[in-house]
């Protein structure tokens, strides 16, 4: 069965970069032989950022354009400072960073509680859209986080009841023993028990 021959001009896009003239789609499909390298423009300044911006040791100098948004701070920031002095070879570096960014998130949710915003967590979660799309995993995440926390909270109540139970028993091991002693009654000597009563001269008896 022979194959029908597509008339590529009908194609929209095919052949954009065909003519010679179009730089730079062109020249980067040849550039072994140009002394410019397809670069046929003066390299705009870049930017100054007015803020920390971390940089990796694998360049010497920033991107053209930066983000500026938020620089590191805090807790997070220091860590990301850290992790940026090592390889991006190094898995240590991107570990790093991963927690950063965890701990970066428990730090908005403080800063908007100390701002008087309580952050709805669900919703910057995405929970509404998993529950949308994704309905088994939304429920699969909803038990394994529920499952969790019922045995983190179980294992909370049995230390408090260990701990309270140590504590009753250094209390009844300190206190002291009560010891009720018999007090008899005196003994007098015989010759005192059996002498007798003798009056004296001019008193009657």
Same mark, same amino acid.
């Given at each position: 069965?022979? %194959?029908?021959?597509?008339?590529?001009?009908? =194609?929209?896009?095919?052949?954009?970069?065909? #003519?010679?003239?179009?730089?730079?789609?062109? @020249?980067?499909? $040849?550039?072994?032989? %140009?002394?410019?390298?397809?670069?046929?423009? +003066?390299?705009?300044? *870049? %930017?100054?950022?007015?803020?920390?911006?971390?940089?990796?040791?694998?360049?010497?100098? *920033? @991107?053209?354009?930066? &983000?500026?948004?938020?620089?590191?701070?805090?807790?997070?920031?220091?860590?990301?400072?850290?992790?940026?002095?090592?390889?991006?070879? /190094?898995?240590? +570096?991107?570990?790093?960073?991963?927690?950063? #960014?965890?701990?970066?998130?428990?730090? &908005?949710? =403080?800063? #908007?509680?100390?701002? &008087?915003?309580?952050?709805?967590? @669900?919703?910057?979660?995405?929970?509404?859209?998993?529950?949308? $799309?994704?309905?088994?995993?939304?429920?699969?995440?909803?038990?394994?986080?529920?499952?969790?926390?019922?045995?983190?909270?179980?294992?909370? %109540?049995?230390?408090?009841?260990?701990?309270?139970?140590? /504590?009753? &028993?250094?209390? =009844?091991?300190?206190?002291?023993? $009560?010891?009720?002693?018999?007090?008899?009654?005196?003994?007098?000597?015989?010759?005192?028990?059996?002498?007798?009563?003798?009056?004296?001269?001019?008193?009657?008896?």
């Amino acid at each position: 069965m022979a %194959q029908a021959l597509v008339d590529t001009s009908t =194609i929209p896009g095919w052949g954009v970069d065909t #003519d010679p003239k179009n730089n730079p789609t062109y @020249p980067m499909r $040849h550039i072994e032989d %140009q002394k410019t390298r397809g670069l046929t423009w +003066h390299r705009p300044p *870049l %930017q100054e950022p007015q803020v920390e911006v971390l940089q990796s040791i694998e360049h010497n100098r *920033l @991107p053209a354009v930066v &983000g500026t948004s938020t620089p590191p701070s805090g807790l997070s920031g220091a860590i990301r400072r850290y992790a940026f002095r090592r390889s991006e070879s /190094d898995w240590w +570096h991107w570990l790093l960073l991963m927690g950063a #960014d965890r701990i970066n998130v428990v730090e &908005g949710v =403080i800063e #908007d509680l100390a701002a &008087g915003k309580v952050p709805n967590v @669900p919703a910057e979660m995405g929970a509404k859209s998993e529950w949308q $799309h994704n309905k088994n995993g939304f429920l699969l995440k909803a038990g394994a986080t529920l499952a969790i926390g019922a045995v983190l909270v179980a294992i909370v %109540q049995a230390r408090r009841e260990d701990r309270a139970d140590e /504590d009753e &028993g250094e209390t =009844i091991a300190a206190e002291p023993a $009560h010891v009720t002693a018999r007090v008899d009654e005196p003994v007098l000597p015989a010759d005192l028990a059996t002498s007798q009563v003798v009056p004296l001269p001019g008193l009657d008896a």
